[in-house]
């Protein structure tokens, strides 16, 4: 199992641009999904974007052609680059591992505030 940890949130004006990281505490070349979620305040927690091992990507209909996930199985580290930021997008964004059958982890969260 792996302990993650996200960071790069941050308060940006909307139309601005935020990287996200997500750093594994061991090897990702295992797990078979990786993903971005987020929550709004008073919201439920929504799937953002997830990346397969193969690199297989999957994006809900609202950051397409804004948002980018990438994962590194060198550096053990996901990414979500996030272009075009809208209010919208404010909330709390957790990364999400999963070895299929074997574990789910999740992190601690990175705060996104964007202003309008």
């Known amino acids: 199992q792996v302990h993650l940890v996200e960071s790069g949130g941050n308060l940006v004006q909307a139309g601005g641009s935020l990287r996200l990281s997500c750093a594994a505490s061991g090897s990702i070349s295992n797990i078979n999904v990786m993903g971005w979620y987020r929550q709004a305040a008073g919201k439920q927690r929504e799937l953002v974007a997830d990346?397969?091992?193969?690199?297989?990507?999957n994006y809900v209909e609202s950051v397409k052609g804004r948002f980018t996930i990438s994962r590194d199985n060198v550096k053990n580290t996901m990414y979500l680059q996030m272009n075009s930021l809208k209010p919208e997008d404010t909330a709390v964004y957790y990364c999400n591992a999963r070895r299929l059958g074997i574990f789910e982890v999740w992190g601690q969260g990175t705060l996104v505030t964007v202003s309008s």
């Open positions: 990346i397969k091992g193969g690199g297989n990507t």
